[in-house]
């Protein structure tokens, strides 16, 4: 992901949380593809060893020719997080709706901080419903909003597996659903935020 000296700027988006199972490869895959259907050249780095992208690892020459990086991160700490986060514009932190992802996640916050303070912060609940597990949730959203966090919603929805195990992005396997019209708000956010920080 390192750029020769004299080369301009990539800005990258580093889709992270050490908690694994909060979507981090289903938004790092989503962004992609909305930066591809707006003719926006991005190289893709799958750095999470469980895989599960649709996206695979783009070769020399894609790297090269990238107006914008999208790296799915791995749900642990590793000492290669801290470089890519190093090299980041926008930071998108997904997170599910229950009490077990608050901690982990207020854990990568500080690390975000210190790692990249000047990163544009992009907060995604994803697989958010109308319970009141989620209500009761809603104390820490507000929490990382006065952080400084953008927060935006993902709601829970089979369809985005099935948009997945077809190799698609959720905008055009279920045009029109919830679920689409809310991942293509995440993407236009953070690709306006990569050109914000270009």
């Not at 889709?15 to 909060?22: C, E, L, R």
């Not at 500080?110 to 104390?139: G, H, S």
């Not at 905008?171 to 019209?181: E, K, W």
């Amino acid at each position: 992901m390192t750029k020769h000296p004299n080369s301009k700027h990539t800005p990258t988006v580093s889709v992270v949380n050490q908690k694994g199972g909060v979507g981090k490869s289903f938004i790092a895959d989503e962004l992609a593809w909305a930066f591809e259907r707006a003719g926006v050249p991005v190289a893709f780095y799958d750095v999470d060893a469980q895989g599960g992208t649709c996206h695979k690892t783009s070769n020399a020459d894609e790297q090269d020719a990238a107006a914008v990086n999208v790296v799915d991160t791995p749900g642990a700490l590793i000492d290669e997080l801290h470089d890519v986060l190093k090299q980041t514009d926008v930071v998108v932190l997904p997170v599910r709706p229950d009490e077990r992802d608050v901690e982990p996640t207020e854990r990568m916050m500080r690390i975000v901080e210190r790692d990249c303070p000047r990163a544009a912060k992009v907060l995604i609940v994803n697989a958010w419903t109308r319970f009141l597990k989620a209500a009761a949730f809603e104390p820490h959203i507000d929490t990382w909003r006065d952080a400084g966090w953008h927060v935006l919603y993902v709601p829970q929805a089979e369809v985005v597996g099935r948009a997945g195990a077809a190799g698609q992005s959720v905008v055009t396997f279920a045009r029109g659903s919830r679920v689409a019209n809310a991942a293509r708000d995440v993407c236009e956010h953070v690709m306006g935020q990569v050109i914000g920080h270009a």
